[in-house]
């Protein structure tokens, strides 16, 4: 899909709202908003893909409201008698704690589709989810509106292997994605745990011990390491083989295996990140 396909998936009006809703709060010429309007005025968006506001968070929002107002302006989009959020719960939420009784606003008519796309973007930009609710937003372009992977990556401006390795977090027990949401682990650490055979435990030793990611990672690892060691079999392969495996590994960058049988054979590459397929993928395009 080229930029311009991209822009028409976006829905109507989304790919200027973006740059919208992506200026820094503190920046020199704030957006201007449409109108200022009573906070009861307004109600929270029931798809937004943030669940968690960390009361810490809101408190120290709501003095900075107290002492310079509301910066960047709430983005609203009507529904009824009232207007919904699109993206800005916090800042209201923070407003309401710190006394405001209005809030400005900028109006924009999107239909459901634009609003949660505008939800889930403008929370990825700002970094405002957990891992969690990061993938959980993802997931719901995915599902609700055909998005693909490269989609996300295009719109959201992250790597494809960082929409695909997001997405995985989904497949943790429930156990370590309580860890991801309250801080204990990070998104790097539930990476790792993904292809773990006990990834409860092992995030249980990498919380108690304050293990790095990369740490983690060679935890996760070490059993392969071990196994690798005693194989269940060897072959004696011949000079040729031998050759073409280095050559192949030379080429992709990675641990190629070629077994001969007797219709056929197997050549084997193994990988051990995303980014590593992304990148044998590319080659082979290329060629």
Same mark, same amino acid.
């Given at each position: 899909?080229?930029?311009?396909?991209?822009?028409r998936r976006l829905g109507r009006g989304l790919a200027a709202l973006i740059g919208e809703i992506d200026k820094p709060a503190a920046a020199e010429a704030p957006e201007q908003p449409d109108r200022v309007v009573p906070v009861e005025?307004?109600?929270?968006?029931?798809?937004?893909?943030?669940?968690?506001?960390?009361?810490?968070?809101?408190?120290?929002?709501? $003095?900075?409201?107290?002492?310079?107002? &509301?910066?960047?302006? !709430?983005?609203?989009r009507p529904k009824g008698d009232q207007f919904e959020i699109i993206a800005g719960e916090r800042r209201w939420r923070a407003a309401q704690r710190a006394g405001l009784d209005k809030v400005p606003v900028l109006v924009r008519e999107?239909?459901?589709?634009?609003?949660?796309?505008?939800? &889930? !973007?403008?929370?990825?930009?700002?970094?405002?989810?957990?891992?969690?609710?990061?993938?959980?937003?993802?997931?719901?372009? !995915?599902?609700?509106?055909?998005?693909?992977?490269?989609?996300?990556?295009?719109?959201?401006?992250?790597?494809?292997?960082?929409?695909?390795?997001?997405?995985?977090?989904?497949?943790?027990?429930?156990?370590?994605?309580?860890?991801?949401?309250?801080?204990?682990?990070?998104?790097?650490?539930?990476?790792?745990?993904?292809?773990?055979?006990?990834?409860?435990?092992?995030?249980?030793? &990498?919380?108690?011990?304050?293990?790095?990611?990369? $740490?983690?990672?060679?935890?996760?690892?070490?059993?392969?390491?071990?196994?690798?060691?005693?194989?269940?079999?060897?072959?004696?392969?011949?000079?040729?083989?031998?050759?073409?495996?280095?050559?192949?590994?030379?080429?992709?960058?990675?641990?190629?295996?070629? $077994?001969?049988?007797?219709?056929?054979?197997?050549?084997? !590459?193994?990988?051990?990140?995303?980014? $590593?397929?992304?990148?044998?993928?590319?080659?082979?395009?290329?060629?």
């Amino acid at each position: 899909m080229n930029e311009d396909q991209s822009k028409r998936r976006l829905g109507r009006g989304l790919a200027a709202l973006i740059g919208e809703i992506d200026k820094p709060a503190a920046a020199e010429a704030p957006e201007q908003p449409d109108r200022v309007v009573p906070v009861e005025f307004l109600t929270a968006n029931p798809r937004n893909p943030r669940r968690q506001f960390p009361e810490a968070d809101l408190v120290d929002l709501s $003095q900075s409201i107290r002492e310079h107002g &509301i910066v960047q302006p !709430i983005l609203v989009r009507p529904k009824g008698d009232q207007f919904e959020i699109i993206a800005g719960e916090r800042r209201w939420r923070a407003a309401q704690r710190a006394g405001l009784d209005k809030v400005p606003v900028l109006v924009r008519e999107v239909d459901d589709r634009t609003a949660l796309e505008l939800a &889930i !973007i403008e929370n990825v930009q700002r970094a405002d989810l957990n891992p969690l609710e990061e993938a959980a937003g993802y997931q719901q372009l !995915i599902d609700e509106h055909q998005y693909t992977q490269a989609d996300l990556a295009r719109v959201i401006g992250k790597s494809r292997s960082h929409v695909a390795n997001t997405l995985r977090l989904m497949k943790l027990p429930d156990v370590i994605k309580d860890m991801l949401v309250d801080g204990s682990l990070s998104a790097g650490h539930g990476r790792t745990l993904v292809s773990a055979e006990n990834p409860a435990a092992l995030a249980r030793k &990498i919380v108690d011990e304050g293990l790095s990611v990369r $740490q983690a990672e060679a935890l996760v690892q070490a059993p392969e390491t071990k196994s690798a060691k005693t194989p269940r079999e060897t072959t004696d392969k011949d000079a040729d083989t031998q050759a073409l495996e280095r050559l192949l590994s030379d080429v992709t960058g990675l641990a190629v295996s070629i $077994q001969h049988r007797e219709k056929g054979g197997q050549v084997k !590459i193994t990988y051990k990140t995303l980014e $590593q397929l992304d990148e044998v993928c590319r080659r082979l395009q290329n060629h």
